[in-house]
T-cell receptor, first 115, second 112 residues
Framework: AQRVTQPEKLLSVFKGAPVELKCNYSYSGSPELFWYVQYSRQRLQLLLRHISRESIKGFTADLNKGETSFHLKKPFAQEEDSAMYYCAPYFSANAGGTSYGKLTFGQGTILTVHP | DAGVIQSPRHEVTEMGQEVTLRCKPISGHDYLFWYRQTMMRGLELLIYFNNNVPIDDSGMPEDRFSAKMPNASFSTLKIQPSEPRDSAVYFC??????????FGQGTRLTVV
């Protein structure tokens, strides 16, 4: 079965400290993986995608197929990084012989960066 | 483009009443998703459509929940009858590129 797990519901760090938000998935195929972020009073929005191997706002995420993980990392956290973060695997699903995309989300991790 | 538009932003209703949540996706997007967000369960996928056709409704919790997409620019999520445990924030999202979803601001539903 397709499943995504974010083991930490809450994560607190001090400004300038490294931060790592964990994400593990289970899937028989190779999903595309995304991280979404929801800042206070803002819409949920895409942060980054694994296929682009990009760094957004100092965050990076590496797909580890062996460990089926896609952890989000930032070397020096900032107060403005405080938000809810969701790991989101995009699974291909077949229905009636046609392939469709199914975007699911983990339970989310609330990151608080203290001054 | 104003993005994904949801209405109402807040809804307070009494147990047993019918609730209808509305969504206008971004023009041209062929996927539409309905999610429910709670502290306990995070963001759950309820149902999604492709080109107005429901593809997977396995996340719909009960028969009390139903969703329709009569055309490419409108979708509804209906709860009838509503119960207090349905209280949550309901999000609609649309996408064109796989995985790159654009979310509405959500509807905060409170059932008393």
């Amino acid at each position: 079965a397709q499943r995504v797990t974010q083991p930490e519901k809450l994560l607190s760090v001090f400004k300038g400290a490294p931060v790592e938000l964990k994400c593990n998935y289970s899937y028989s195929g190779s999903p595309e993986l995304f991280w979404y972020v929801q800042y206070s009073r803002q819409r949920l929005q895409l942060l980054l995608r694994h296929i682009s191997r990009e760094s957004i706002k100092g965050f990076t995420a590496d797909l580890n197929k062996g460990e089926t993980s896609f952890h989000l990392k930032k070397p020096f956290a900032q107060e403005e990084d405080s938000a809810m973060y969701y790991c989101a695997p995009y699974f291909s699903a077949n229905a009636g012989g046609t392939s469709y995309g199914k975007l699911t989300f983990g339970q989310g991790t609330i990151l608080t960066v203290h001054p | 483009d104003a993005g994904v538009i949801q209405s109402p932003r807040h809804e307070v209703t009494e147990m047993g009443q019918e609730v209808t949540l509305r969504c206008k996706p971004i023009s041209g997007h062929d996927y539409l998703f309905w999610y429910r967000q709670t502290m306990m369960r995070g963001l759950e996928l309820l149902i999604y459509f492709n080109n107005n056709v429901p593809i997977d409704d396995s996340g719909m919790p009960e028969d009390r929940f139903s969703a329709k997409m009569p055309n490419a620019s409108f979708s509804t999520l209906k709860i009838q009858p509503s119960e207090p445990r349905d209280s949550a924030v309901y999000f609609c999202a649309s996408s064109l590129a796989p995985g790159r979803a654009f979310f509405g601001q959500g509807t905060r539903l409170t059932v008393v």
